[in-house]
């Protein structure tokens, strides 16, 4: 009869060292949880910014003002990996192991002329530059016109034509039609001017 209040004494405790187990094991699930979501939230992080790499490359305008005034330096882009551009398409390429933007004006078998005040003739035609370009200017030129676009080139001018280093230059030069890298997709800095440029 002596051991039936101490029996009645050890309920209690035993609740408690329940309690406390499942408080424990409920710690437990939860750090597991986390540890989940958190490797989970890391794959998705790694995948996208591997997305970006591969299929849209990021590219910020750092020093050089070749295209403006569509494209201002600080500009942040993203580039859509192609080797197609068409004539008037903004393209990026590697040039002296840069990535830089520049217009294409014609393309392999095309013939070139600019003038003095730097007005652009292919095949003949002018060219309406006046949605992109702020001023002509004949630039840094040192080629003989008639220029006819070699096989697999492109001839490519920067928008700002009195600052420009382009085809019209002979240490520049035309590029080869397989050294597109890309074209820009959208502007995504500055936030104020972000613009989508598409296909």
């Given at each position: ?8 004494q050890a ?15 409920s710690?437990?699930r ?10 989970a ?31 201002q ?7 859509q ?28 078998g ?24 702020s ?5 840094q ?5 008639p ?8 001839f ?16 520049f ?9 890309g074209?820009?997709?959208?502007r ?12």
């Amino acid at each position: 009869m002596a051991r039936k209040p101490k029996d009645v004494q050890a309920l209690p405790e035993l609740n408690e060292i329940e309690s406390e187990m499942s408080q424990v094991r409920s710690k437990g699930r939860f750090r597991q949880s986390l540890k989940g979501t958190f490797g989970a939230l890391v794959v998705v992080v790694a995948i996208a910014v591997i997305i970006a790499f591969i299929l849209l490359p990021v590219l910020k305008i750092t020093n050089g003002h070749n295209m403006e005034p569509g494209f201002q330096p600080g500009d942040i882009i993203l580039i859509q990996k192609t080797s197609k551009a068409e004539k008037g398409d903004v393209c990026a390429f590697y040039f002296n192991n840069k990535l830089l933007l520049r217009r294409v004006i014609a393309k392999e078998g095309d013939v070139v002329e600019i003038d003095e005040h730097g007005y652009v003739k292919v095949n003949d035609e002018i060219l309406e530059e006046n949605d992109y370009i702020s001023e002509h200017a004949l630039g840094q030129c040192d080629i003989e016109f008639p220029f006819r676009v070699p096989t697999a080139q492109i001839f490519v001018l920067g928008d700002n034509r009195d600052y420009a280093l382009d085809s019209r230059a002979t240490n520049f030069g035309c590029i080869a039609q397989d050294e597109i890298y890309g074209k820009p997709l959208a502007r995504i800095y500055p936030f104020n001017n972000m613009t989508w440029f598409g296909f």
